[in-house]
């Protein structure tokens, strides 16, 4: 159980265009949402935490202008990149938790976005 | 606050050998305490967690790890690596629904 899935796995992007990742809680419902971007050998960076049906919350750094997030049910999380550039090349990871066990997040496979 | 330091950012051991990764915490109380795996291009992957229950906590793929509160520490141990271990582990604390994590420790394993 607990599964999170990303769609697409892969993305190759030209600069100046939009592109959206979807991030869906297969088995269970998700109150809670994350995104996280990692660069190359380096930790998870939180982007913003976003609850089903509210704004999301932008980390301190994070442009929400440039980064959309949106949290239209319990198993469905999106993040546009607007505008994307080539310096927005990275690998995106979602998680979501449960109501009742907020301590612990499932993540999903993640989205190599590639802006060229 | 609270924050996790990854003692080595490096490990290399020799297929069959014990692995150790040393994760220490910092945290104004007792925070629950993961250990995740990922492997290149992956997502991550819970190999086992810490709620305040049991001090020594066993997870997937012949992991353990021991909670020591008094060393704030929190090490991940496997008694005999596989080469399908080798990836990079992240130590992760959490404080309600917030996660810091670890700077990651790259593990890898000799034939």
């Known amino acids: 159980g607990a599964v999170v899935s990303q769609h697409p796995s892969r993305v190759i992007c030209k600069s100046g265009t939009s592109v959206k990742i979807e991030c869906r809680s297969l088995d269970f419902q998700a109150t809670t949402m994350f995104w996280y971007r990692q660069f190359p050998k380096q930790s998870l960076m939180l982007m913003a935490t976003s609850n089903e049906g509210s704004k999301a919350t932008y980390e301190q750094g994070v442009e929400k202008d440039k980064f959309l997030i949106n949290h239209a049910s319990l198993t469905l999380s999106t993040l546009t990149v607007t505008s994307a550039h080539p310096e927005d090349s990275s690998f995106y990871i979602c998680?979501?938790?449960?109501?009742?066990?907020?301590?612990?997040?499932?993540f999903g496979p993640g989205t190599r976005l590639t802006v060229t | 606050a609270q924050s996790v330091t990854q003692l080595d950012s490096h490990v290399s051991v020799s297929e069959g050998t014990p692995v150790l990764l040393r994760c220490n915490y910092s945290s104004s109380y007792s925070p629950s305490l993961f250990w995740y795996v990922q492997h290149p291009n992956k997502g991550l992957q819970l190999l086992l967690k810490y709620t305040s229950a049991a001090t020594l906590v066993k997870g997937i793929n012949g992991f353990e790890a021991e909670f020591k509160k008094s060393e704030t520490s929190f090490h991940l141990t496997k008694p005999s690596a596989h080469m399908s271990d080798a990836a990079e582990y992240f130590c992760?604390?959490?404080?309600?629904?917030?996660?810091?994590f670890g700077a990651g420790t790259t593990v890898t394993v000799r034939a």
């Open positions: 998680s979501a938790s449960l109501a009742s066990a907020r301590y612990e997040q499932y």
């Open positions: 992760v604390a959490s404080n309600d629904y917030k996660l810091s």
